[in-house]
Nanobody
């Protein structure tokens, strides 16, 4: 059974950091592009970052560029999102998702992702 599980969310003060993890089971992440999306209260889900499986290229939304870093550890079958210099507007549920096909590149289009985790809450507040 294909499954993605996020962890690492929590409550943090503005300027703080968190590291989100996305662990996969039931399939091997190696050649899948993995994306991170988020949904803030009352808003639609937006793409945050993505990392290709084949070449490791990374992509970031302008709102997080320079503050967030995506990485992958194929040996652990996991992808990570390091969140630094957090702002209150980063408050959201964060989801990881796997592209629908191996070797397909990153996309910011949700329907291109076939498997989703349940999400982890990130709250940035003083």
């Amino acid at each position: 059974q294909v499954q993605l599980v996020e962890s690492g969310g929590g409550l943090v003060q503005p300027g703080g950091s968190l590291r989100l993890s996305c662990a996969a089971s039931g399939f091997t992440l190696d050649y899948y592009a993995i994306g991170w999306f988020r949904q803030a209260p009352g808003k639609g889900r937006e793409a945050v970052s993505c990392i290709n499986g084949r070449d490791g290229n990374t992509y970031y939304a302008d709102s997080v560029k320079g503050r967030f870093t995506i990485s992958r550890d194929n040996a652990k079958n996991a992808v990570y999102l390091q969140l630094n210099r957090l702002k209150p507007e980063d408050t959201a549920v964060y989801y990881c998702a796997a592209r629908d096909r191996e070797f397909f590149s990153c996309s910011g289009y949700e329907p291109d992702f076939g498997s989703w985790g349940q999400g982890t809450q990130v709250t940035v507040s003083s």
